[in-house]
């Protein structure tokens, strides 16, 4: 075997390993809640993993260019003053290797990468906390002469700027009952931010003709080449978590005697709604849905014959996972239409 192609199987493995730590860095952020508030797990996965997908980058445009891969020295120079910023690495990319081949979707693509303020504010916190911000507790315990910046306090920031520029989202999170699903939209918020920069990263794999090793490599990142805009933020990647895979599941199949007493007992009001008849985004995948309102309060949903909570109220009275966190309804898409059709009922 050829020295060149010892390269190119271990910067398959590279390309490999990039996309399994975004995915899961993906999954252990849409696992944060009120009482997992882990920053670090999904900050270090997601710059461990972007950092090597753009280095794998440049590996491949330098290759197409030169016919070779590029030297160690070359390859952390782009990466700025110490070989890890991702914003130089993005931006060494969009300078040296990026084409948009005056086709549109890559010319979006391309404007997105540049200018989007948000993008950019996301990859400064990954970038610094990769770099040196991991570290931020033990600089103030050593009383270090420059500390790294504190970047769980600056991503809660960034976060309660994504609230304040939707007062409808702020008023939500005010009741208790809906705080599920504001969470559920900022990550959804976030996350869609950093699909898109990996997509219009991997594009250049096929569309952008990087090289023909690039498209030789392009199948380990299909999942994002192919990712239409409609898809964008829907995806849930804590599949991929061990926490998701070992959280002991709540789901209640539903009797034929629940079914009985969902019609006699005065005090359960339902109601069936097909998404042929809805107006509106709807947040399921699945075609048809059944509302409950309980005793005026305990809003649940069922579906498949599965009941799942619908409001915080009947997820902490019944033990039911919620629809969202149950992965029943589509990530980004608000359920409080439902709630508010549920509360409703006991008016009729």
């Not at 040196?132 to 507790?137: I, L």
């Not at 007493?261 to 849905?289: H, M, Q, S, T």
Request: hydrophobic content about 35%; overall charge neutral; aromatic content about 12%.
């Amino acid at each position: 075997m050829t020295d060149s192609s010892i390269k190119d199987l271990y910067l398959y493995d590279e390309l490999t390993a990039s996309i399994k730590l975004i995915k899961l860095g993906f999954g252990e952020f849409q696992n944060l809640d009120s009482i997992n508030d882990f920053y670090h797990l999904p900050f270090q996965l997601l710059s461990s993993g972007l950092e090597r997908l753009m280095k794998c980058f440049i590996c491949l445009g330098y290759y197409e260019i030169h016919n070779e891969y590029p030297d160690s020295k070359y390859l952390k120079k782009c990466g700025g003053r110490n070989g890890h910023d991702l914003n130089e690495l993005k931006n060494n990319i969009l300078y040296n290797y990026f084409k948009n081949r005056e086709i549109t979707a890559l010319k979006i693509d391309e404007k997105f990468l540049k200018e989007d303020s948000d993008l950019k504010e996301l990859i400064y916190l990954l970038s610094e906390f990769g770099k040196y911000a991991r570290y931020h507790n033990l600089d103030i315990i050593t009383s270090a002469s420059k500390p790294s910046i504190d970047v769980k306090r600056l991503w809660e920031k960034y976060e309660t700027d994504i609230l304040l520029a939707d007062p409808s989202l702020l008023e939500k999170l005010s009741d208790f009952e809906y705080q599920k699903e504001v969470h559920s939209y900022v990550t959804q918020f976030i996350i869609s931010k950093l699909e898109k920069f990996v997509r219009g990263i991997s594009r250049q794999f096929t569309i952008g003709q990087l090289g023909e090793k690039a498209q030789q490599f392009s199948s380990v990142y299909y999942d994002f080449i192919l990712l239409k805009d409609e898809k964008i933020g829907t995806t849930d990647y804590r599949k991929h978590t061990t926490r998701f895979k070992q959280k002991e599941k709540n789901a209640y199949k539903r009797t034929t005697i629940d079914n009985i007493n969902r019609k006699i007992n005065p005090d359960i009001k339902f109601k069936k709604i097909l998404k042929d008849d809805f107006v509106g985004d709807w947040p399921f995948y699945a075609e048809e849905v059944i509302i409950e309102c309980r005793q005026k309060y305990w809003c649940t949903i069922e579906i498949d014959g599965i009941d799942y909570a619908l409001n915080g109220s009947a997820s902490d009275r019944y033990k039911l996972d919620s629809v969202i966190d149950a992965g029943m309804s589509i990530r980004g898409k608000s359920i409080s239409p439902f709630i508010n059709m549920a509360l409703e009922l006991n008016e009729k």
